[in-house]
C-alpha cells in the first residue's frame, strides 16, 4: 500500500480477519467525513427522482439512508437483514475474488469503509462507503435482486476453476454496477455505478452517445467494458425476475460456448441485439480527438 493510498483510505493499514472483513469502527468518523457522505448524499437525492428504479428508491427509504453521517454497518445490517437476510460488513478495499464471492454466497455485502477524499468527490477509482453502501445495499432489501446476487456469488468458484472469471465479472459490470432496468414509466437506473455518480447518471439514460441493448446473458458475457470512463453500452433488463431466472441455472454449457467465441468491443453492436438506442458516440469520438 503506497502512501497516498494510506492517505485516501485512513483502513489501509487495519487489521483484516480471515474473511478480510475490518471493524468499521464508527464512531472514529470525523465531522468533515461524514459531512462529505452528507453532500455526496444531498446531490444523488435530488438527480435520482424520476432516473433510478422504483426499488431502489423506495428500499433507500426502508433502509432508513438519509443525509445523516456515514451508516453505522452494525445497525444498517439489523434493517437489512430483518427484510432479506443480507448484512454489510466493512472491508478496507478491494478484497480477494474468492472472498468476495464467498461473501455474496453467504448473503454479506463487502462494503469500502473508507470515504473519498475531497479532492476526488465526483471521481474515485477505487469504491468507498458511498458507492457501496449508498449504490448497491438498497437493492438487497429486493427479495428478487438479493436471490440474483447471492446465485452471482456462489457461481464465482466454478468461473474461477474454469478460468473464465473475465466472463462473470462482465455479467457483474454490466447489471450490478452499471445495468438499467425497464419500467412503465421508461428506462431507470439500478446499476450502483450510475446511481453514486451524478454525471452517468445523467448520461446513462439521456445522452445519445450510448448504444443501449436489450438484456442478452451470452452476448454480455462476452463485452468487454471502459473501466475509467461513462460507458459505451448499457444493457436493459425486464426486470429482476428475468436476471434472477436467467442466471439462477449452471453455466457450464454457456462457459463452453462462450470460449469459442471471440470478444465484443464495448461499443460494438452485432446481428440479434435488441437495440433499444443506438449511440452516436460523439462523446467518446470527442475525447478520442481531444486525447
Not at 454489510?88 to 480477494?96: S, Y
Request: aromatic share 12%.
Amino acid at each position: 500500500m503506497t502512501a497516498s493510498s494510506e492517505a485516501k483510505n485512513r483502513y489501509a493499514n487495519a487489521p483484516r480477519r480471515a474473511d478480510w472483513t475490518i471493524d468499521q469502527d464508527w464512531a472514529s468518523y470525523s465531522p468533515a467525513e461524514h459531512d462529505r457522505w452528507n453532500r455526496l448524499f444531498a446531490r444523488q437525492a435530488k438527480l435520482l427522482p424520476g432516473r433510478a428504479c422504483g426499488a431502489f428508491l423506495d428500499a433507500k427509504r426502508k433502509l432508513e439512508l438519509s443525509r445523516a453521517g456515514i451508516p453505522n454497518f452494525e445497525e444498517l445490517s439489523e434493517r437489512l437483514a430483518a427484510i432479506t437476510g443480507w448484512r454489510v460488513v466493512p472491508v478496507a478495499g478491494l478484497i480477494p475474488d474468492d472472498a468476495f464471492f464467498a461473501h455474496l454466497a453467504g448473503r454479506r455485502f463487502p462494503a469500502g469503509a473508507f470515504i473519498r477524499p475531497e479532492e476526488e468527490l465526483d471521481y474515485l477509482s477505487e469504491p468507498d462507503v458511498f458507492h457501496d453502501v449508498f449504490g448497491h445495499v438498497p437493492l438487497l432489501a429486493d427479495p428478487v435482486y438479493a436471490r440474483f446476487l447471492e446465485s452471482y456469488g456462489k457461481g464465482g468458484a466454478r468461473a474461477q476453476q474454469r478460468g473464465q472469471l473475465h466472463n462473470l465479472a462482465r455479467l457483474y459490470w454490466y447489471t450490478v454496477e452499471f445495468g438499467l432496468i425497464r419500467e412503465p414509466e421508461g428506462l431507470r437506473i439500478f446499476g450502483a455505478g450510475i446511481l453514486s455518480s451524478p454525471g452517468e447518471t445523467c448520461f446513462s439514460l439521456e445522452d445519445s452517445s450510448p448504444n443501449r441493448i436489450g438484456f442478452d446473458l451470452s452476448r454480455i458475457m462476452r463485452t468487454n467494458y471502459v473501466i475509467s470512463d461513462y460507458q459505451q453500452t448499457y444493457f436493459v433488463i425486464d426486470g429482476f425476475e428475468q436476471l434472477l431466472e436467467q442466471c439462477y441455472q449452471d453455466f457450464d454449457a454457456l462457459y463452453e460456448a462462450l470460449a469459442k467465441q471471440g470478444d465484443l468491443s464495448p461499443d460494438q453492436i452485432v446481428a440479434g441485439d435488441r437495440v433499444i438506442t443506438k449511440g452516436d458516440m460523439h462523446y467518446f469520438v470527442r475525447k478520442g480527438a481531444a486525447a
